[in-house]
Each structure stands twice: as C-alpha cells, then as structure tokens.
C-alpha cells in the first residue's frame, strides 16, 4: 500500500487558484450590477423630477445627486430635450408644428468608471433613462 496522507494538499494546490479567480471574478460581476443598479436608480429619481421641471438640469441633477451621496466620478449627462413628428424620420425643431402632434423626449445619462479586480474589460458603468415629455 501506498502513503497518501499528501495527496489532499496537493489537490487543494490545485484547485485552490482556479476557486479563487472564479470568487474574484464573481465578486467583479456583482459590483459591476450593484453600482449599475444604483445608477439606474438615480437615473430615475432624475427622470420623475424632469417630468415636472423639464427645463431644470440643477434640480434633476440635485434629485440624481441626492441618492448617489457618498459616490464620486460621476458623470451626468442631460442634454436639451429631442422633438419628433410622428410619422417622419428624424428630429424636428422642438418650436416646430406637427401634424400629428410633436413629441418631445429627454434622455438621462449616468456613467461611472470601474475599477476591477480581475475582469479588466469593465471599464465603466452607466445608466441611461429616455422619458417621453409630450
């Protein structure tokens, strides 16, 4: 008979760095969806706000800033809002008439850079809400 009070150890050695790289990966994945949802969140705190004060970027970005207290790095983008006639491609001037009624859209968008253990291809996360005002 052969001595094998070694062989554990040696299966551990072996199996130990691939159990490691797949928690670290795992925990990368989960940090990744926790700060995308906390994003989202905030996107939409900024959206419902915007429902009522449309022209307002301090406010949707005080609204959006009110639940991400405490993070740094990141960027808010709200740009002008988007006019559409229904119907015909591409935007129109938001003073414009339409025929079948103009609708004015206005997009949300947050991003953060990320910073991962092991999965370096994610780079950034982000968050984007596109809110139909009329």
């Known amino acids: 008979m052969r001595c094998r009070r070694g062989l554990a150890a040696i299966e551990f050695a072996l199996v130990a760095p691939i159990l490691v790289l797949l928690l670290v990966s795992v925990m990368d994945l989960g940090n990744a969806l926790q700060q995308k949802q906390r994003l989202s969140a905030a996107a939409q705190a900024g959206a419902a706000y915007a429902l009522t004060f449309p022209a307002d970027s301090a406010g949707i970005q005080a609204a959006i800033n009110r639940l991400l207290s405490g993070w740094s790095g990141v960027t808010v983008t709200v740009p002008a809002p988007v006019c559409e006639c229904p119907g015909t491609a591409g935007t129109v001037d938001c003073d414009a008439s339409c025929p079948t009624g ?33």
């Open 102 to 134: 103009r609708q004015t859209y206005l997009s949300i968008t947050l991003s953060r850079p990320l910073t991962p253990m092991l999965l370096k291809n994610l780079k950034e996360v982000s968050a984007n809400v596109v809110l139909r005002l009329q």
